[in-house]
């Protein structure tokens, strides 16, 4: 007979093992089947994220700008470093070993949390009594059942039709974050998310980078002043972004790659580089789940349907993080999973997709909640803006960073905060009190009044919220 669970997960990314060990706490007996295998063939849950997305990104990101920095920064502080040297192969180890304590921390927590771990492909055999029977295709192949289901199988990168990935010079994420040397020249399509941060990478440990960019607008999801501010910075750093272009054949040759393009002046452009990456966005992942044994519905982009509470159109099935619409984040997938969990156990999950901060992880860094101002313009809102520069932050200028702002948008009439955007240090972290603010419905108002220590980059969240009432202290 087939092991039963209340409650299988498929995908062990931060969508699935987070909602497994969820699940785990309010008492369900629980699987978690996850495919990803570590270079030795073993198990390495943490999805994308882990393996070839958040984590190593920002381990790279974390070298690079260590290096930059001792190439462009120390001498202000009076250090003198030369000769500073950058060994790919260690800052590469590092990150693999980077990734392995996540890999090791997530399955010491699905041991902790008595979740069943199952290391194989999940997909669907039919139905089972009051549930799904899984068949789990790993070294061995075994059948379970599940009168829950939760899936949560992720994305894969995006190809550029008739341009395959080959991870040697056309590369995915994948193989961008496991290059073996500094390119001399290298090519990035999508000025998005992982072209800033893998572009700012390589560029930052000496690659002459160029991204091509389809839409006329840099960062078109992003507040317009923030947008302009961060593109300023690329610019100074030598990281060359075209936008407007429209890319055309592309050779994959010994010696590289050649880009054929249209810029937005029309002209015919060719671009050889050593290394191409392809980042385009990302695709649903549904890859041999066999929902036609059960009948799933998925939508013309291969996304599960799910309706707002991640349930699909089969009873006791549900979906979470990029399998599902929304936007790709790790931490919306986390939600999700907690979310789904806590429906399953009666309980009343919920996520705010209002309040869904995004970071990107450049120098500067760039980070948002809520609404920019255009699409408060779209929506017809009357608002009040109120920004603050790091030029006049005491800890920026004690840091050495004093690029960007901090911006915050309130309602014209109740003054509740709208959207909080940052271009400069640390928006990553800055950006959680923002999102602390809107969670609670703060007003701009009530972010003035509160004490932030000085000297903090946080103080320029707080002159921002005096900004929108016309008075700061420090500007
Ligand atoms: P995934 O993390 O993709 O996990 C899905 C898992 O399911 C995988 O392990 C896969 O092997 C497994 N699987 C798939 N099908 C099956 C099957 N049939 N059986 C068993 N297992 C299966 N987001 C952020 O929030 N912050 C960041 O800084 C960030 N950086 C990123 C950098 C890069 C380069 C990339 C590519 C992405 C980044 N993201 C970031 C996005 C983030 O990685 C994803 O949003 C997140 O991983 C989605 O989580 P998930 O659980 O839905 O899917
Ligand atoms: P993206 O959606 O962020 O950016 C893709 C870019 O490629 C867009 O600007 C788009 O206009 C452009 N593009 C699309 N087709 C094109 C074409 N044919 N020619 C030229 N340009 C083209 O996608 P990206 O960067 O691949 O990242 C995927 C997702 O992964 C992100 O949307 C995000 O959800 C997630 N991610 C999150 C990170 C973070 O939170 N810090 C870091 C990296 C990825």
Redesign the pocket.
């Given at each position: 007979m087939s092991k039963q669970f209340d409650v299988v997960v498929i995908g062990g990314g931060p969508g699935g093992y987070i909602a497994a060990i969820r699940a785990a706490q309010l008492g369900f007996q629980v699987a978690c089947i996850d495919e990803w295998k570590n270079a030795a063939g073993g198990p390495a849950p943490g999805g994308t994220c882990t393996n070839v997305?958040?984590i190593p990104?920002k381990a790279l990101l974390q070298s690079s700008e260590h290096f930059d920095h001792a190439n462009h920064h120390f001498a202000e502080h009076g250090i003198s470093a030369k000769d500073v040297k950058m060994d790919v192969a260690q800052m590469l180890a590092r990150k693999d070993n980077v990734v392995k304590q996540n890999n090791d921390g997530i399955l010491y927590l699905l041991k902790k949390n008595k979740v069943t771990f199952f290391h194989g492909r999940g997909s669907f055999a039919g139905k089972a009594d009051g549930g799904y029977e899984i068949k789990v295709a790993g070294k061995t192949e075994e059948s379970i059942t599940g009168k829950q289901v939760i899936i949560a199988t992720g994305?894969n990168?995006?190809a550029?039709p008739g341009t395959p990935f080959d991870e040697v010079n056309v590369l995915s994420?994948d193989g961008a974050l496991r290059l073996g040397g500094v390119p001399q020249k290298l090519a990035l399509?999508?000025?998005?998310?992982?072209?800033?941060?893998m572009g700012s990478v390589w560029r930052r440990l000496g690659s002459d980078v160029t991204i091509?960019?389809?839409?006329p607008t840099f960062?078109?999801a992003v507040d317009e002043q923030i947008a302009k501010e961060a593109k300023k910075a690329f610019d100074k750093q030598g990281l060359k972004i075209e936008l407007g272009?429209?890319?055309g054949e592309i050779v994959n040759g010994k010696k590289g790659v050649t880009v054929n393009y249209t810029n937005a002046k029309g002209e015919s452009v060719v671009l050889n580089a050593d290394k191409l990456i392809i980042?385009?966005?990302?695709v649903p992942n549904t890859i041999g789940l066999n929902t036609e044994a059960v009948g799933l519905q998925l939508d013309e982009r291969g996304a599960i349907v799910v309706d707002a509470d991640c349930k699909t159109n089969l009873p006791g099935v549900w979906a979470v993080g990029d399998v599902v619409r929304g936007?790709?984040?790790?931490h919306k997938a986390e939600e999700e999973g907690v979310a789904v969990a806590e429906r399953i156990a009666g309980q009343h999950g919920h996520v705010n997709f209002n309040t869904i901060p995004?970071?990107?992880?450049t120098s500067p860094e760039i980070a948002w909640v809520g609404r920019t101002e255009q699409q408060l313009k779209a929506d017809g809102v009357a608002y009040k803006a109120g920004s603050f520069p790091f030029l006049a932050n005491g800890r920026a200028r004690a840091l050495g960073d004093t690029t960007g702002m901090v911006k915050m948008l309130a309602d014209a009439t109740t003054d509740e905060i709208l959207g909080v955007h940052i271009v400069g240090p640390m928006a990553s972290e800055l950006i959680a009190e923002a999102v602390v603010a809107m969670e609670f419905r703060a007003s701009a108002e009530d972010i003035a009044r509160i004490c932030h220590a000085h000297p903090s980059l946080s103080e320029s969240t707080k002159e921002a919220a005096l900004a929108v009432d016309k008075r700061t202290l420090n500007f």
């Open positions: 997305g958040c990104s994305s990168a995006r550029l994420n399509i999508g000025s998005g998310v992982i072209g800033l941060e091509l960019e389809g839409l960062l078109g272009v429209k890319v980042s385009i966005g990302r936007p790709m984040l790790a995004w970071v990107i992880y």
